[in-house]
DNA sequence: TAAGCCTTGATAGACGCCTATCAGGAATTG
DNA sequence: CAATTCCTGATAGGCGTCTATCAAGGCTTA
């Protein structure tokens, strides 16, 4: 049950172990005769090469950056330390992970900065801005040869060569089946707090909440959607000013962070147990929340996992090997206050 | 930036690489005071081994089995495949998978099974039945050096290593408060539908599911629990009857597998959209259900996710390196129609 | 037929670590 | 102080692959 090496192949092909690793890495002229000699070995002996020591010979090191914004957006704090985990866990597989923080809000900067993380990487994975600054920037370092992958927030545009992240869209449906079914067959008016309406993620959310919204639950009034550029405090005060304006209000979707904020509004008022809410991404905040039963669902997306996929995405393009797509798509995660992990 | 290497951690402690080793691989006696000395200097280089090179020098190989359930359970058949994509995946990490198939309903067969896979692998991971003979076949198992994983089903009282898979009661749990939010306040008949009483995740899920339906929707009464063997026949003839003798029934919860008995007995008679049917694992029977909107809701195990867990478990044991436990716990998954993956 | 090119073989050395062995010096024992 | 035992150093060879180089034929071209 020994091992199936490159000299077993050469051996069975009667050729040498050079012309071998010639036709494995395309290093030289072979003639195709022998190619195919080689490739039918290969297949009759179920070779695979050894990837540990493939990599160990070639001494490969990959060096990716990640680009976050910056800022105490929890989600965003957790995300940074994913990828710190990442990068300490890989130090012993030869793959360095860089960190980088910018102001997401501001295009220019995001582009400034994708412009000047120069050719020292192999790939680059940034929490984008939808900005045809931002995918000029991301376009710049596809032509110069570095993978770019979109994290969180995608940029379709561009010429990226993946997304690891959720599909928003269907996070607003899922938001809105939710408020529809927990409601039951109430009626009344939803509001609806957004970060900012120029972000894609917060755009793609609200469309999909209030296509459902409209469609299966016509019972139920959308307001007019605020916007809190994801501020705890702002959010407190739109909700409160929602609130005292709205007595009929029985639900609120928070499609971005702050979510302490409609939490502090909802308590002042004592209406936490009259508002169905539903909020986005697991943090100590809105955990404690949904525990209390002051958020009713949580619409999550797992940093770890998109950090990890991104990683692996970057791997797999920087030495050409194929990917398992479905192993790479982002699940839309809800939590209630019994399936908390 | 190059690597830091055993070379170095000698050279900064001011001794040889062969002494280096000894400390690192505790091969043999080394004074204390020069074992500090080299774990000074790993901290100070921040020395980390390479992984790649190690195994590669050791010439390590794993090699587990899956001991599986047969038959044609979906949840089982997807299982089993992921054992086989994870297997001829990890070929090139040596890594050798082996897949065995048993009855589980069948203690004594199932502890024969594990009593016969002898010596040869230095793993096991087992979706085990909770049964004494079960238990001490596991702990056998166990004391004859082979590390030993539960995989969806657990055995808590055995000396197992780990258990790769979801916290049932809290699955349960869950369950009953998402049928709680779904109908609303409406007051009526809830049906439990079980595979079976001895399997341990089903009495889990049964127990979560009562105890929250009782404390918090007490208008909700819960009909005695059917038995179904996970066979979908003996479902679909099970639920009819419920059906029929309770025309008040606005609830069902089927803890085990053969959705589509359910589906079917519920399309027979037309009262798909009056019952709200909450199932668990995602299959493809039970995800068209739910975008037919019979079912309501799915409650699901990763199944990818419990095999791979399990595989870096019974690695991280095999060659004692600790493993991160919050990245091994399995999340309860929830499907609605808009957040399918 | 000589000159050149094309293809293949043979082989050495590297990657970083593990294993084993031998020798010499240090520390311990009587 | 001699005789052990203990600890450390030095070094060779291996794991499977990659890279590079040189030599030896076979073949084409003029």
Not at 75 to 88: D, K, N, P, Q, T
Not at 89 to 106: C, G, K, P
Not at 312 to 333: F, G, N, S, W, Y
Request: net charge neutral.
């Amino acid at each position: 049950m020994a091992r199936v090496t490159i000299e077993d192949v050469a051996l069975a092909a009667g050729l040498s172990v050079a012309t071998v690793d010639r036709v494995l890495n395309g290093r030289a002229a072979v003639r195709p005769q022998t190619a195919q000699k080689v490739e039918k070995a290969i297949r009759q002996l179920n070779y695979q090469p050894d990837r540990l020591a493939a990599r160990l010979a070639k001494g490969q090191e990959y060096r990716f950056c990640f680009v976050l914004p910056e800022g105490n957006n929890d989600f965003m704090i957790g995300l940074g330390e994913e990828v710190r985990a990442m990068a300490s866990h890989l130090v012993s597989e030869r793959v360095q992970i860089d960190l980088r923080l910018t102001d997401v809000f501001d295009a220019a900067a995001l582009a400034a900065t994708l412009d000047s993380i120069g050719d020292i990487y192999d790939g680059v994975a940034v929490v984008a801005l939808d900005h045809p600054r931002v995918r000029e920037a991301i376009n710049g370092l596809v032509e110069r040869g570095v993978s770019v992958v979109t994290l969180v927030s995608d940029v379709p545009s561009s010429k990226r060569v993946h997304y690891a992240g959720i599909d928003n869209s269907s996070a607003g449906r899922t938001a809105a089946t939710l408020m529809g079914r927990f409601l039951g067959g109430k009626t009344g008016k939803v509001g609806l707090i957004a970060g900012s309406l120029s972000l894609r993620d917060h755009i793609e959310r609200r469309f999909g909440f209030e296509q459902v919204l409209a469609q299966e639950f016509p019972q139920l009034a959308i307001l007019p959607v605020l916007e809190s550029r994801d501020d705890w405090q702002r959010v407190e005060k739109v909700t409160a000013e929602m609130l005292s304006a709205h007595t009929d209000l029985i639900g609120i979707y928070n499609v971005g962070a702050g979510a302490r904020g409609i939490v502090a509004a909802l308590e002042n008022t004592g209406r936490q147990k009259q508002v169905t809410y539903i909020a986005h991404e697991l943090t100590d905040h809105t955990r404690r929340a949904l525990v209390d039963g002051t958020i009713d669902a949580i619409i999550n997306q797992n940093a770890g996992h998109e950090v990890r996929s991104a990683v692996r995405v970057l791997m797999a393009k920087a030495d050409r090997t194929p990917l398992i797509e479905a192993m790479e798509h982002i699940r839309i995660d809800i939590f209630v206050r019994d399936n908390l992990p």
